[in-house]
């Protein structure tokens, strides 16, 4: 298939992460339009669906961050970027939105989805994977995140004890209830 709007949508696709239909659709005469592009382009493999209205084409499964905002990716995947962690991970988003959490098929990888209360949804900053730069949880909002989803473990603690910055710490607990506060700094004695 060739034409203007094809072209137009290749060329945005390359420039972006991920794209949705309505990104997609303001590049054609019509949504419907945009949906026919759409379809042949996933038939040809040129692109991928990551979820349902979220096309990419590139091969990281992690961009499913970029679908269920607001959310980061967290847990065992964001010790792996903060050197805290060396076994190889799937990727761990968590997200605020009303979604069904537990593992989800994207690109051919399993990813986890976990759910987390408006409020605690904090604490990450944008790190570069490869050529994109993905929300990932800091190492004190991780340390937090495994208390709260019970993925701790005796072995990781060391690693947290080196590198959390007791200060910043402290301010995010401030967010959550005086049980949990004394459990994780608990944790970190």
């Given at each position: ?26 590049l ?12 042949h ?125 007791r ?8 967010k ?14």
């Open positions: 298939m060739r034409g203007k709007y094809v072209d137009k949508i290749r060329e945005y696709l390359k420039r972006t992460p991920v794209a949705n239909m309505g990104s997609i659709s303001a054609t005469p019509n949504r419907e339009y945009a949906y026919v592009i759409m379809n382009l996933l038939k040809r493999g040129e692109i991928k669906r990551i979820t349902r209205g979220y096309y990419t084409v590139h091969e990281e499964p992690s961009l499913l961050v970029y679908c269920l905002r607001p959310a980061y990716i967290g847990l065992q995947d964001a010790m792996s970027f903060h050197n805290l962690w060396e076994q190889e991970t799937n990727p761990v988003i968590i997200t605020a939105r009303k979604v069904r959490p537990g593992v989800r098929e994207v690109l051919g990888q399993n990813v986890w989805v976990r759910r987390i209360s408006p409020e605690h949804l904090f604490g990450y900053d944008y790190i570069t994977s490869g050529d994109f730069l993905l929300p990932v949880s800091d190492v004190e909002k991780t340390l937090i995140d495994m208390v709260y989803f019970r993925e701790m473990r005796r072995g990781m603690v060391e690693g947290f004890k080196k590198k959390v910055n200060q910043k710490l402290d301010g995010y607990l401030k959550y209830g005086g049980n949990f506060r004394k459990k994780v700094v608990e944790i970190l004695r």
